[in-house]
Structures are given as C-alpha cells and as structure tokens.
C-alpha cells in the first residue's frame, strides 16, 4: 500500500465539465503538493500546503482550485480546462520539519486529458 | 531562485553494467537538499536518495550513490549494476525554497 493515494487515476474531461482530483496521504506529513507534468516539459510544482494553509501558488490560472480541509487530504477542483491542461497531475506530501531536507513522496498521479 | 540541469536526455547502459546520470544546479541558497526520483512508466514519482549541501559524505543508498561536487556544482546519480527493472525516467531535483524539477534522464537498460 503507498503511503500517498490519488483518484481517480485516469480522467477525460470536456471543457465545460468540473471536476475535482483527490489526494490523501497516510504518512503523518504536514505538507502536500500539486504538481502538473506535462509531456516534454520540467515537473512544474502548482500549489504547496503546510498545515492546511496555501503556502505557494506558481501563476496557475483559477481554473484550477485547491482545497485543503486537513493535513492528511489535498483535492485540485477543476472547470472550464483547456486542452493544453491535459497532463499528469502529481500529489506528494512531506514531513517540512527540515525544509531543506524534506523528502516528498508522491502519488501515482492522475492522468487528466481535456477534450 | 533555483535551477536544475540534466543534459541527458536518453541514456543506454547494459545489464550489470555502471551507470552515471548527470545533474547540475544553481542556487543562491547557502544551504539546500538535493533529491532524485525515479518515475517508472506508470507514473508515480519514487524518492531514491538525498544529499544536503553540507553533508561531509556522498550519499549512497543500497544500488544508488550520489557523486556530490559542491564546487562543481553537480550531483551525479551512479546507478551500479543495472537491472532490467533500472529502466525509467530518472529526475534530480531541489527543494525549498520553491523548488525545480530538471527535464529528466530516460534510462533504458539493454538485456
């Protein structure tokens, strides 16, 4: 069992839907994190949470939405996507009490495709 | 801000054979965490080793080592005796603050 859980794993989406992925982690961390991979492209970190609170946020468009309601939970809300937003979308969590040294551990990602 | 560089965008090794994945970075930070991370075909990202800026060791764990230039600026993943399962993008990466992920190594292991 991985410590850090995703669903689903496989989304297609038409522009006008809304959705939303979900994240979980059973690690005790206090930290989680939304990555976006895009085929070709570097890892790209979106959003970063410690202790519930949004502690990042890279100039990602409100089309995307997170909500954290505990340390142990992380969901990105999505609507109205573009195409170019099809993508593996990353979760991980860290335990952030040695920022330098944290270690973050992923999910399986959800591979999101936008129609 | 800080910057990850991997020059090696595909790379061939042999069963039970060496290999080396290279990875540079620039940082203002006196003091940082250098990390690389395995995704296998299946996507999820699996953490392999670590090595702080002021550790006076390389990091090695099981398989895995880390030859650490702090000078260079470079901090090379050593991949010894390579398994058919090696095979997967390879990513080095800095964390705190912000944070960067480098492009990746496609490491293919040729039976």
């Known amino acids: 069992e991985t410590g850090v859980t995703q669903t689903p794993r496989h989304l297609v989406m038409g522009m006008t839907n809304k959705k939303s992925l979900k994240c979980e982690q059973h690690?005790?961390?206090?930290?989680m994190y939304w990555y976006k991979q895009s085929a070709k492209k570097p890892l790209e970190l979106m959003f970063v949470?410690?202790?519930?609170?949004?502690?990042e946020n890279n100039s990602v468009p409100s089309r995307f939405s997170p909500e954290c309601p505990n340390s142990s939970h992380l969901f990105l809300h999505l609507h109205t996507l573009q195409p170019e937003d099809s993508a593996l979308y990353l979760c991980?969590?860290?335990?952030?009490?040695?920022?330098?040294?944290?270690?973050?551990?992923f999910g399986p990602g959800t591979r999101l495709l936008v129609l | 801000a800080q910057k990850i560089t991997q020059t090696q965008p595909g790379m061939f090794v042999q069963e039970k054979e060496a290999v080396t994945l290279d990875c540079t970075y620039d940082?203002?930070?006196?003091?940082?965490?250098l990390f690389w991370y395995k995704q296998p075909s299946s996507g999820e990202m699996i953490f392999l080793i670590y090595?702080?800026?002021?550790?006076?060791q390389n990091a090695t764990e099981g398989r895995y080592s880390l030859n650490f230039q702090k000078a260079r600026k470079s901090a090379n993943l050593v991949i010894s005796a390579s398994q058919l399962g090696d095979s997967a993008m390879y990513f080095c990466?800095?964390?705190?603050?912000?944070?960067?992920f480098g492009t990746g190594t496609s490491l293919t292991v040729i039976p």
């Open positions: 990466a800095m964390r705190e603050p912000g944070g960067s």
């Open positions: 090595q702080g800026s002021y550790d006076q």
């Open positions: 991980a969590s860290s335990s952030n009490k040695d920022p330098g040294a944290e270690t973050q551990y």
């Open positions: 940082t203002s930070d006196p003091s940082y965490g």
């Open positions: 949470y410690n202790f519930k609170e949004q502690t």
């Open positions: 690690l005790g961390h206090n930290a």
